[in-house]
């Protein structure tokens, strides 16, 4: 399989930083219903005074959204800057730039900033070697690590792994150079359980769960 460059997966996300529902009207949002699992997993371990690292923050929706509920602050890292730039009109739209700082960067090779919470949401599917980008982010997380992602195993996982051998397909035929990986979520378990973590709680929904981590 193809892949993607830090150039391709920018350019993807570049190309359709216009193309979602405007973020007034967050019911529309692209996995709206798993990010408000998401969100409830966060509140139920608290997020008051922490300070919250974002990795594939996109436009900066959840970012924001994380401050409204409770968050001291957020820093953003996505590798689009079209959608960085998004996320800091938004952040001074909302008068929350001091609490938001959002920059353009690659997550699995970046020096990630250390924060108390670290949160991906649909985004370690946009990452080849997720090895890289498991050490990365893990490293950079004090106590609480929450995401979503594909689910891999079962008749859940077939079909995820299905459906994204289409999408692909989709890219391949518009000679796009960004690609959509299912990895194992048994690797991720992993990986947090060596650096200390446990699971706090998992939500699953269709072909997709959030889980939130603690150590």
Known sequence: MTRPT???IAKHFDDGVDCCAPRRDASKRPGFA???LLRRQLADVGLAGRSVLELGCGRGELSLDLIHDGAASVTGID???DA???ARRTAAEDGLSER??????NAATTSLPSRDVVVHHRVICCYHDVDAFLAASIGAAGSIYAFSMPRSRGIWGIGVRVALKLENLTHSIKRRG???FVHDERVVHS???RAGFHLKSRSDRG???AAVYVS
Do not use: N
């Not at 938001?100 to 960067?105: I, L, N, S, V």
């Open 6 to 8: 830090e150039g391709d």
């Open 34 to 36: 798993l990010v408000k």
């Open 79 to 81: 590798l689009s800057p």
């Open 84 to 86: 960085i730039e998004y």
């Open 100 to 105: 938001a700082d959002f920059r353009a960067g």
């Open 178 to 180: 960004f690609r959509a």
């Open 191 to 193: 990986a947090l359980s």
């Open 207 to 209: 072909g997709w769960f």
